[in-house]
């Protein structure tokens, strides 16, 4: 097991593990990407060298004590599905933003580059899950799907946990007034996520508090990391950052979670 990734964990989740769940919220350390790629990319979607992002994500197994193949992830695009993953379809990558299974021995993981990444668990029922929720997902019912899919395979929603990993903060996500419109029209009460910006007519959205919002909403115990993506280019990578630089890509982290065999 590599000891080089220093991902971030949860308290939340590790002290409900029960033994049987593993975790990590992955940086950019212990990789071996290069330029604007540096360190832990594992964006198959990125332009960096493909070799080097298979080795960051086999690096990403093996900090689990698993070969690359057990490894689960999707095509992300910002949609509200959420996907069970056995032994069957573990390495199809079917579109789609959540992912949730209750066969031990996967390691489920989403990718993130400002968007939030959230890793679930019911320990006791041996069900786990991971969700990326960017605006368009939190807001269309990417969380609640995940929720949704991990009863189906026997979680119980009081018994499940989750905590959302390193995203973008309020303080470094400036919106137009359009994009403000679509969660007031979908409820009047995400007035309180948005605050003026100094820019006329723009808000600083808090995705973090709506994200944790909607899970406690559906009686979920949540936590957040309190990680920035934008603030820390040492330790992220992120999206609207890269866009601010000029830079002509980004990379992308992964968080990732592990059910062991009861």
């Known amino acids: 097991m590599r000891d080089d ?12 593990a029960g033994g049987r769940v593993r975790h990590g919220f992955f940086t950019r350390a212990g990789g071996v990407s290069e330029g604007i790629y540096a360190g832990l990319n594992v964006g198959l979607g990125s332009s960096d060298v493909p070799q080097k992002v298979m080795e960051n994500r086999s690096r990403v197994a093996d900090w689990f004590g698993v070969d690359l ?11 509200p599905r959420a996907v069970t993953i056995d032994d069957s379809n573990r390495m199809e990558r079917p579109e789609a933003d959540a992912l949730v299974t209750a066969t031990p021995g996967i390691v489920l993981g989403v990718l993130s580059a400002d968007c939030g990444p959230i890793l679930f668990s019911d320990a006791k029922a041996g069900v786990i899950g991971a969700a990326h929720a960017g605006w368009k997902g939190a807001l269309t019912g990417v969380l609640e799907a995940t929720v949704d899919a991990m009863v189906a395979l026997g979680a119980q929603r009081s018994h499940i946990v989750a905590c959302l990993g390193p995203s973008i903060s309020a303080a470094h996500y400036e919106v137009g007034a359009e994009f403000a419109a679509r969660f007031l029209e979908a409820d009047g009460g995400n007035a309180a996520f948005f605050t003026p910006s100094v820019k006329e007519g723009h808000f600083m959205f808090d995705l973090p508090a709506y994200t944790l919002a909607r899970l406690t909403q559906h009686g979920i115990a949540t936590e957040s990391l309190g990680l920035c993506t934008y603030a820390d280019a040492e330790k992220f990578f992120s999206y609207r950052r890269t866009t601010h630089a000029g830079e002509p890509d980004y990379g992308r982290q992964i968080s990732a979670i592990f059910l062991n065999e009861a």
Not at 5 to 16: E, F, R
Not at 69 to 79: G, Y
């Open 5 to 16: 990734l220093s991902p971030a964990t949860s308290p939340l989740l590790t002290a409900h």
């Open 69 to 79: 193949d057990r490894l689960a992830t999707v095509h992300q695009v910002h949609s």
